[in-house]
């Protein structure tokens, strides 16, 4: 049986991303950076865990992915992403100059749209691809979050 590379299978690598931030009391965002086919960086929040509130997935992931290409740029690349992105991280892959956004949920809230952030002009953008298991992981982490509280 062969493998299908598509959308949905690389989003489930980023949602796998997600579960490990879940697991490390993360807010549960996953990111896999591609290129043909291979993925080249993961990366999930590390915010709580780092003390750091740039350490978003992306921004891990981004680092992690001009490390391997040895150079800035991830021209050719698509990001598949759990979250829509913040517009810091949308600032990040604005520069990195990614080919190709790919997210999961909208966050209506605080998502590089609704923040009136840019992507570099030539990014193509794909939303929605396993939005309703994104969006169940992050309400059972906030409603896990809560109970606790």
């Not at 978003?56 to 990001?79: P, R, S, V, W």
Request: hydrophobic share 45%; aromatic share 8%; with cysteine.
């Amino acid at each position: 049986m062969d493998l299908i590379f598509d959308d949905s299978y690389f989003m489930r690598k980023a949602l796998q991303e997600a579960e490990a931030a879940f697991e490390k009391g993360e807010v549960p965002v996953g990111v896999v950076v591609v290129i043909n086919n291979q993925v080249i960086a993961r990366g999930h929040n590390l915010t709580e865990l780092l003390r750091d509130v740039t350490a978003h997935a992306e921004m891990q992931a981004i680092t992690a992915a001009a490390n391997f290409l040895g150079g800035k740029y991830l021209k050719d690349c698509t990001m598949y992403v759990s979250l829509e992105p913040c517009q810091m991280c949308a600032g990040a892959l604005y520069w990195s100059q990614l080919s190709r956004l790919v997210f999961a949920a909208n966050d209506p809230e605080r998502g590089y749209r609704k923040m009136g952030a840019k992507l570099h002009p030539k990014t193509k953008v794909t939303q929605g691809v396993l939005e309703e298991e994104a969006s169940v992981l992050l309400k059972r982490f906030f409603i896990q979050k809560r109970n606790l509280n």
